[in-house]
């Protein structure tokens, strides 16, 4: 049944649910769920010892996979006896201590960017996106400068610039990737500890469990702003994803100075990420409909992992490829058709399935005209949507990519990521450290997305379930 018939891209639902179906109304019903659940009730990730093990773990990991992949021809290297085991730490810590200190190069570069893109999401103009309601704000919707698309035009263009006339050589950046790396991590565990504080000073927090390590892991701010800028969009966009593609951008121009060339698998990366990072922001409209907006506090888990987490254990495969000679992962013209062609379709079906959702919530709200940034690929917009009307009054997508999983962004994204390691072969697993983390973290996710989800909507959750049958890949699981 249609029930929204200003336009072609109306609504239609599956059930019969009575009430205003043009725009989302939250019931009683469900503000009392929503209040539920945003109380602290149980620990994740194994409560505080589990985050103080992963706050400590994650950039000792880090450290480690790159002095394997810089230094020792990316095996894993470890002690060969027990009594190796004090002077295997020592060697790894000389590495640390000689090209991964926090040295001025490192301090100059990660802030000059860090304050480059915070001063140029202030000043450039952008499209307005109205976010979802906040049930902590009572319902109130926050408004978003989206402007991050040209905010890359503007980085591009100027490091391009910086290049060019010798001001700020791109190919450095990946020669002082271990410098870089360790202010990165200063910056994710600094900036978490100032918006924890802060947001405590001022009785803003939410959701607290009363411990401070695993109140300073989850975060303590749920939208933190510095004028019209949200800073959790804006670490999400502009950090990690400028500096995974300049990066890519520099594995390939220390290429071509060494070899007069850039190889396929280079290039690859920087398609690759170029794909990423413009699709944040043609599509960043998009994002404060997501669970990362709405429901997610800016904290340890999220800030480090933007800051440091991302730029720095994503792209194994490009100081791989930086710091090796390309005859070591040479692909046949087969296997290059071959793994461009998954890494299109994958994109294809994750951009697309990201529009189809956030578009639909959109619809929801009585958004009906949509921001028109390039490329708009087919299929971004679902004409005629079916959903499940839930008694807490939000809707459930049951079209497009979203008839057939319940996650069907989830694994083309996942897809993505594995040929970012599949790009240089066999020669070292670590590049595959993106996708092995990845679906480590997307199932965790899901687990605890489905279990809020099934308390918040209870039998209609069930429903939706039984539409929707499958969580990940059609037919299989």
């Excluded at 093990?53 to 990316?74: E, K, Q, S």
């Excluded at 802060?198 to 989850?218: C, E, H, K, L, P």
């Excluded at 994750?350 to 005209?369: L, N, V, Y």
């Amino acid at each position: 049944m249609a029930v929204n018939g200003n336009g072609t891209d109306t609504l239609r639902k599956r059930n019969n649910a009575t009430g205003n179906t043009t725009k989302l109304v939250v019931s009683e019903h469900g503000r009392e769920i929503d209040r539920q659940l945003d109380q602290h009730e149980t620990y994740e990730f194994g409560g505080p010892w589990g985050v103080v093990a992963i706050m400590t773990g994650f950039p000792v990991l880090m450290y480690y996979l790159w002095i394997c992949l810089w230094f020792y021809d990316g095996k894993l290297v470890h002690p060969t006896s027990v009594d190796d085991i004090q002077p295997f730490l020592w060697r790894m810590w000389a590495h640390i201590a000689k090209d991964a200190s926090p040295n001025l190069y490192g301090w100059k570069v990660y802030s000059g960017n860090f304050f480059f893109q915070l001063f140029i999401a202030w000043v450039i103009p952008g499209y307005k996106q109205e976010g979802l309601p906040v049930p902590s704000l009572q319902y109130k919707t926050l408004t978003y400068n989206c402007n991050a698309l040209y905010c890359l035009y503007v980085t591009v263009i100027t490091s391009a610039a910086l290049h060019y006339y010798n001001i700020f050589r791109l190919t450095e950046i990946i020669d002082n990737y271990g410098h870089l790396m360790s202010v990165s991590m200063i910056y994710g565990f600094g900036v978490s500890l100032i918006t924890y504080l802060y947001a405590v000073m001022t009785g803003t927090q939410i959701r607290m469990s009363g411990n401070f390590f695993y109140d300073y892991f989850m975060g303590a701010a749920l939208n933190p702003r510095l004028g019209s800028i949200d800073l959790k969009m804006w670490a999400e966009v502009r950090i990690p994803w400028v500096i995974v593609f300049f990066l890519s951008v520099s594995g390939a121009c220390k290429q071509y100075e060494e070899y007069g060339y850039v190889t396929p698998n280079m290039a690859f990366m920087i398609l690759a990420t170029g794909f990423y990072i413009n699709a944040c922001g043609k599509g960043e409209e998009c994002i404060p409909q997501t669970w990362d907006m709405f429901h997610e506090k800016w904290g340890f888990m999220v800030i480090f992992w933007n800051f440091s987490g991302v730029p720095f254990s994503y792209v194994y495969s490009v100081v791989y490829m930086a710091s090796h000679d390309p005859s070591k992962y040479q692909f046949s013209t087969g296997g290059y058709v071959l793994i461009y062609t998954i890494l299109c379709t994958a994109y294809y079906i994750w951009d697309t399935a990201m529009s189809q959702k956030s578009r639909f919530k959109m619809q929801t709200q009585g958004i009906t005209e949509f921001r028109k940034t390039f490329p708009q690929l087919p299929g971004c917009i679902v004409k005629n949507p079916t959903y499940i009307q839930t008694e807490h009054g939000n809707r459930l997508l049951t079209s497009g990519w979203w008839a057939y999983s319940r996650k069907p962004n989830y694994v083309a994204d996942w897809i993505m990521s594995l040929t970012w390691g599949a790009i240089i072969g066999t020669t070292t697993i670590i590049p595959y450290f993106y996708s092995m983390f990845f679906i480590t973290v997307l199932i965790h996710r899901c687990t605890r997305d489905f279990e809020r989800c099934s308390r918040k909507y209870g039998k209609d959750w069930e429903r939706y379930c039984q539409v929707v049958k499958y969580k990940f890949i059609p037919g299989i699981y």
